[in-house]
């Protein structure tokens, strides 16, 4: 069985401090995950994905991400949050199914609201 | 190089009827996937279609059906329309598809935001 736990639907930051968006996943194969961004009114734009190489992924906007298969976690984070960062964050987990495809599951979201 | 394009952007239809949505993926990717969201049920997987075959199927009623053409290019259809099929119907496009090693992720339109009155 395959899942994304987003634990946290809504996260409030101020201007310049600090993002943690959190994620746990579980796979019974070795995933590859990935975080998307989805501003109001938009499609989903990937920020980054970890795919078995390293395990700190850098991404896009500063954002950065690192696999920790010991917690089955996969946090997103970014030093200093701008007001364009605003936004709905979705984790992303994909791996093999005993079908044989990938099984793509999506989590339910982190509402990022940065306060001025 | 062009992103996915999805036709039209926005679309309010009555009760009953029946609706096509159209997907052009990236250049070169043969895989294009079908989402619902909604904000009561969040993104929900509808179908993917790759090399003009349906792959992987979600768990929606028959009402809701698809196909891709040879230059990759995807409809969806929505027949008999209900008032909680509103939602925003984003196509995403990848090069290899949940069939292969899924590791490059998807790119996604902008979506359709179907309102059904």
């Known amino acids: 069985a395959q899942s994304v736990t987003q634990l946290d639907s809504h996260v409030s930051v101020s201007e310049g401090t600090p993002v943690l968006l959190r994620c746990n996943y579980s796979?019974?194969?070795?995933?590859?995950l990935f975080w998307y961004v989805q501003h109001p009114n938009k499609g989903l734009q990937l920020l980054l994905k970890y795919t078995s190489a390293a395990t700190l992924v850098k991404g896009i906007n500063g954002f950065e991400a690192e696999f920790k298969k010991s917690e089955t976690s996969f946090h997103l984070t970014k030093p200093s949050a701008h007001m364009s960062d605003a936004a709905e964050y979705f984790c992303?987990?994909?791996?093999?199914?005993?079908?044989?495809?990938?099984?793509?599951?999506f989590g339910t979201g982190t509402k990022l609201q940065v306060i001025p | 190089k062009a992103g996915v394009t999805q036709t039209p952007r926005y679309l309010i239809k009555t009760r009953g009827q029946q609706v096509t949505l159209s997907c052009s993926p990236i250049?070169?990717?043969?895989?294009v996937s079908w989402y619902q969201q909604t904000p009561g049920q969040g993104l929900q997987f509808l179908f993917e279609y790759f090399s003009e075959t349906q792959r992987n199927k979600g768990n929606f009623p028959g009402r809701f059906s698809g196909r891709q053409f040879s230059n990759s290019r995807s409809e969806m259809n929505v027949s008999t329309l209900e008032l909680g099929d509103s939602a925003l119907y984003l196509c995403a496009s990848s090069s290899t598809g949940t069939g292969g090693y899924f590791n490059y992720g998807y790119t996604f339109g902008s979506g359709t935001r179907l309102t059904v009155v």
């Open positions: 250049s070169g990717h043969r895989s």
């Open positions: 796979s019974s194969y070795s995933p590859s």
């Open positions: 992303v987990v994909s791996s093999g199914s005993s079908g044989g495809y990938q099984k793509v599951t």
